[in-house]
């Protein structure tokens, strides 16, 4: 395709392009020529004319160009997005020995700037939240069916991103077959049913895979050093990916707590898919229901913040603790309210924390920095009392890479603690 205009920069604003940085602000932009529309491809170009990118534009969102390449060589075309889809699902293909279910496109990490793409099983599910993407999704659909040679995709693009670059609200099936009611994926030898249709995300939190099973070394090593099965708390807990790890690792028991009870309902059933269930038995002494010889789960519909108030009154304490919140600052000028959230819930889990007990907390809003995070931990650390080693950071699995010239992809941050 040709370019349809150019993008000219104001004097100095070209530092962050030349360094390989993905986005154009629209304060940045000095003028625009030939008139562009939504999603068109537009050469940028320094104050002085000198080339910078090939990129899309966006007319009225506040990143105004997203580039695709910073090679002015480069022709984007069918045969490039093709090349760039090849290079992306080849990326990820050896996670297919351990999962069935993996992130194939993670936007700018994979020059696909706005572009998401999820497998699960036979089943694609797409998010697409930028203009540039937009306007060429049935060349990057036929691309992407060719990639992955499968031909079922479901679009799951969240309506407010996409009114912010300008597009209409889209959701449904693009290609091929609607997704049944809950698709079958495999991971680490676990099974899960995911809800691709409506569940968060495009139904799975894929990004937390390497720490699931992190969760379940983290019970087994337990176990052998300590000769009895560790009393697990997970909090914000969505379908049970975490309980279900350290349940099949070897938890004594697991209570896990959700606001959503359609999500714990899902989490009943993946319980059940992998020989935890049903819990049928009588609730024990501390109201846990479980079969004699499993770990006994619970599963609490409740607000975590009130529930973990009320676990500390109940003088409950546990050998490992999950926290994996849902994104309490969608922006900048909500840090603030977010900072305290965490501190809240991590507070009120080193409460409940054993000796020698580990916390796996997470955050995965971006505009929460990895340093400020671990500063809002620290200071829930002072204020439990307790003592703490910083035994890991963490991060998403290998399938949502990081550009190092685009710190913004690095939504997702956690810390393993143990208690002293």
């Known amino acids: 395709m040709s370019a349809i205009g150019t993008v000219l920069l104001k004097p100095g604003k070209e530092r962050s392009l030349a360094r390989r940085h993905p986005w154009v602000y629209a304060g940045a932009v000095n003028s625009v020529t030939g008139a562009p529309g939504n999603g068109a491809l537009v050469a940028v170009r320094a104050s002085d004319g000198r080339f910078l990118a090939w990129a899309a534009y966006s007319p009225v969102s506040a990143i105004r160009a997203r580039c695709w390449s910073f090679d002015e060589s480069d022709q984007i075309n069918a045969d490039w997005f093709a090349a760039k889809l090849d290079v992306a699902v080849a990326r990820r293909r050896q996670l297919q020995e351990i999962t069935s279910a993996v992130r194939l496109v993670y936007g700018e990490a994979d020059s696909l700037p706005g572009l998401v793409v999820d497998r699960y099983a036979d089943f694609l599910v797409v998010q697409v939240h930028a203009a540039g993407v937009d306007a060429q999704r049935e060349l990057l659909l036929d691309a992407l069916c060719s990639a992955t040679a499968c031909q079922n995709v479901f679009d799951r693009s969240d309506a407010a991103l996409r009114t912010r670059e300008g597009l209409g609200e889209r959701g449904g099936v693009l290609r091929g077959a609607a997704p049944p009611e809950q698709v079958q994926i495999r991971e680490h030898g676990l099974e899960y049913r995911v809800d691709v249709r409506r569940g968060h995300k495009t139904g799975f939190y894929l990004d937390q895979r390497d720490n699931r ?141 054993e000796h020698g007990g580990a916390l796996l907390s997470f955050s995965c809003s971006s505009a929460v920095t990895v340093e400020l995070f671990q500063k809002i931990v620290a200071g829930a650390v002072i204020d439990a009392g307790i003592g703490c080693y910083l035994r890991a950071r963490l991060a998403a699995g290998a399938d949502h890479p990081t550009l190092m010239t685009h710190p913004e992809g690095e939504y997702l941050k956690g810390l393993l603690l143990e208690r002293i």
């Open 213 to 353: 099973r992190l969760t379940g070394e983290l019970v087994a090593t337990f176990v052998r050093r300590h000769g009895r099965a560790p009393r697990v708390l997970n909090c914000f807990c969505y379908t049970g990916g975490f309980s279900i790890a350290a349940a099949c690792a070897g938890a004594g028991s697991v209570i896990s707590v959700d606001s959503s009870a359609d999500a714990l309902a899902l989490a009943r059933t993946n319980a059940a898919l992998n020989g935890l269930g049903p819990q049928t038995a009588a609730p024990d002494e501390r109201g846990l229901a479980g079969a004699p010889g499993r770990a006994q789960l619970q599963w609490c519909c409740a607000d975590v913040f009130e529930q973990l108030r009320a676990l500390r009154d109940q003088g409950e304490c546990f050998d490992l603790i999950v926290l994996d919140p849902p994104k309490f600052a969608t922006n900048q000028h909500q840090v603030d309210r977010a900072a305290r959230a965490y501190k809240d819930i991590n507070l009120g889990a080193l409460r409940l924390l």
